[in-house]
């Protein structure tokens, strides 16, 4: 049984940092893509950032970018999400997911199709 599982979020101030960790049994992530993904409340799912399983390439979302860094350890068993200069509107569930191909939009058919395994999420709440 594959299982992704996400850790580190919580309540962070305004302007504050978190480090987001995914890992996963049954699966090795090495052998992935591994994206992370947010959905707010009353709001769409959207990608954060993608790290390549081969060269180890990054993508993030505009939205993000240059707040936002994705990596993974050496091994390969854990993704990182680190978020900078926080904001409250980056309250969100975080989630990460591991697939075949990098893709870090909004539109649902897409995620789905180019990943195939994902974690429940960890919530990240931004607020003084």
Known sequence: QVQLVESGGGLVQPGGSLRLSCTASGVSLANYHVGWFRRAPGKEREGVACIEGDFGATLYADSVKGRVTISRDHRKITV?????????????????????????????????????????????????
Request: glycine residues 8%; proline residues 2%; charged residues 15%.
């Open 80 to 128: 990182y999400l680190q978020i900078d200069s926080l904001k409250p509107e980056d309250t969100a569930v975080y989630s990460c997911a591991a697939g075949y191909r990098c893709y870090v939009g909004a539109d649902e058919s897409v995620l789905l199709r180019n990943y195939n395994y994902w974690g429940q999420g960890t919530q990240v709440t931004v607020s003084s």
